[in-house]
């Protein structure tokens, strides 16, 4: 995940949210590996939420699927997911609102993760900031 492309998919996540008035956000985008490539806290975010939007795309980085899938895989598989935040030092974070970035080809590029509104609403600006990369959201739906 190129810096610019990171920069690209936070600002037009951060111009999607305030068009449709969400509350105060926090943005992270990470690359492949799971490494923050750009975070952004909003104005009046609260304390804890960018580690909230980091564990959302870490945890889809980490198993290779949208935080929508593990919280759907969650609810299937407890212990499994529990065991995920476990070994991930308690980054995974499984609810919606982590989305996979992937290239025209499918290659994965690296994930967002967006905490501070329902989780719908986040994912939605997930994908708006991707879309606006010229890129593929993965939500998992």
Known sequence: M?????ETIVKAARADARERNLKP????VLDARGAVRCLINEDNTSLHRADVAIGKAYGAIALGVSSRALYERAE???????ACALITGGKLVPVPGGV???DG?????????????????DE???????AAAGLVADTGA
């Open 105 to 121: 080809n499918g290659i994965l590029l690296g994930a967002i993760g967006i905490s501070g509104d329902t989780s719908e609403n």
């Open 76 to 82: 299937k598989q407890a212990y499994f997911v529990n």
């Open 2 to 6: 190129q810096l610019a492309n990171a």
């Open 25 to 28: 956000l926090a943005i992270a």
């Open 124 to 130: 939605a600006a997930c994908c708006a900031g991707i």
């Open 100 to 102: 996979l970035i992937r």
